[in-house]
């Protein structure tokens, strides 16, 4: 299992106000990026699975409306996960 319930809550820890915070945008983009990135590491051995890519390019799609929120709502906020995380834009 690529991702066991350790790493979420050090996930959450990390990005949310702690690591019972799973709601906030912040937690939740950043988990939307560490999925992201294992599934385009799938997608690179797996050419064919187009199930998996389907579920990559709607996680994509989910991981930018929360940054469309975020930006919306607060600016700072949206520019330090963007910062953080290493996203582009």
């Known amino acids: 299992m ?3 319930p350790a790493k979420k809550k050090e996930f959450f820890a ?3 106000a702690n690591e019972k ?3 906030s ?3 939740q983009i950043a988990m939307f990026s560490y999925r992201i990135a294992h599934l385009t590491e799938h997608l690179k ?3 064919k699975d187009f199930h998996t890519q389907r579920a990559l390019i709607k996680l994509v799609g989910k ?3 929360l ?3 975020l930006k919306t709502k607060d ?3 949206y520019r330090e996960i963007v910062s953080k995380l290493g996203l582009r834009r």
Request: overall charge positive; cysteine-free; aromatic content about 12%.
């Open 25 to 27: 945008a912040e937690a």
């Open 45 to 47: 051995q797996n050419r």
């Open 67 to 69: 940054l469309d929120y």
């Open 14 to 16: 990390t990005f949310g």
């Open 75 to 77: 600016i700072v906020r």
């Open 63 to 65: 991981r930018r409306k």
């Open 2 to 4: 690529y991702l066991d």
């Open 21 to 23: 915070d799973t709601g």
